[in-house]
């Protein structure tokens, strides 16, 4: 089976890659490596077909297509704060570049697509935990541009075009943000903390988030590929709300560093109050995250578990 990764050079589709690759599926990515790198690929670069090009270009869209059985879109450009700077760049590459996709897909006759969306789509939530049928009001350009995608994709899917799995995902961390200056807050605690300085939180540290590893995301999106066959939205967490203060405090206590403070700044246009995603329907389906935060960090920072 061929399958086509948009934005595998990342640092989400270079796990993913990886792992399709050691599972023996023939492996295309495309990526224009505005974010991403070549050399998150150096494990598999001579397994795969690497095109370096744009996802709003039609050529390499077409030809990136071609002969694929599966797609998995995961390029966009993805920072919140970034996507108020700069909403014409956000709008072309999450939404027009999804209608490039969907539209080659459908040219060439390329029947099934994942795509990675983002619990930014719900916004603030009115319940807790959040389930798909949770009221969608994203409250950032970024998960506007994310949530066009998704009825992009709805709509090819009612006119009986393509079989799609719109993946919510919550937030990834894991190796291959660092030096991303819009890496997560997971990233930028753990840089702060290992050289020295104190974790900066926006706010008081009590908004919280649904964190999951990045082995239990590439798990996941491997479970749909294999397991999922209908069109259908699905929830990617882990079910456990974190506070921003108590993530510090692990990474502290992970570090041992627990005698640095964390320093409080003014909290971020934009930024959701908590988030924790309900993801009985994609457990109902067989699938089960294996990491707990202290689990995934310790995987993450190369620590002997129980250390
Ligand atoms: N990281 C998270 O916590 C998180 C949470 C929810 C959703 N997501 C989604 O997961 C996906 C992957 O995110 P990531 O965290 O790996 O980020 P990333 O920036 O590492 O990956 C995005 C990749 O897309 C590529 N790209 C960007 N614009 C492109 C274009 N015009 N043409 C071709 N390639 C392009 C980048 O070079 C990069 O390799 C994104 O769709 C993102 O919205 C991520």
């Given at each position: 089976m061929r399958i086509l990764v948009t934005g595998g050079a990342g640092f989400i589709g270079s796990h993913l890659v990886e792992a399709l690759v050691s599972r023996g599926y023939n492996v295309r990515v495309v990526d224009d490596l505005s974010t991403g790198r070549e050399s998150n690929l150096e494990a598999v670069r001579d397994k795969i077909e690497f095109f370096k090009g744009d996802i709003r270009d039609p050529a390499v869209m077409i030809d990136a297509v071609k002969?694929?059985?599966?797609v998995y879109h995961l390029a966009a450009k993805i920072n919140v704060e970034e996507s108020y700077a700069k909403p014409d760049l956000y709008w072309e590459v999450n939404v027009l570049g999804t209608r490039l996709i969907v539209e080659s897909m459908v040219r060439m006759g390329v029947k099934r697509l994942i795509f990675m969306s983002s619990?930014?789509?719900?916004?603030?939530?009115?319940?807790?935990?959040?389930?798909?049928?949770h009221p969608v009001n994203p409250l950032n350009p970024y998960g506007e541009t994310k949530l066009e995608g998704e009825e992009i994709i709805r709509r090819s899917i009612k006119r009986g075009e393509i079989q799609a799995v719109i993946v919510r995902l919550f937030n990834a961390y894991g190796?291959?943000?660092?030096?991303?200056?819009?890496?997560?807050v997971v990233q930028k605690f753990i840089e702060r903390v290992s050289s020295g300085k104190p974790p900066i939180i926006f706010g008081d540290g009590l908004q919280s988030r649904d964190f999951i590893y990045v082995k239990d995301v590439v798990s996941g999106l491997l479970y749909i590929l294999e397991r999922v066959e209908d069109s259908m939205i699905l929830n990617l967490g882990t079910g456990v709300e974190t506070r921003i203060i108590d993530l510090a405090r692990l990474i502290l206590d992970l570090l041992g560093r627990s005698d640095l403070d964390p320093v409080f700044s003014d909290p971020r246009p934009g930024d959701v109050r908590r988030s924790v995603a309900d993801i009985r329907r994609l457990r109902g389906l067989g699938w089960s995250p294996q990491y707990s935060l202290r689990d995934g960090l310790t995987d993450m920072l190369g620590l002997q578990v129980g250390e």
């Open positions: 002969g694929v059985d599966v619990a930014a789509v719900y916004g603030d939530p009115v319940y807790i935990p959040i389930d798909e049928n190796p291959r943000q660092e030096g991303n200056p819009y890496a997560g």
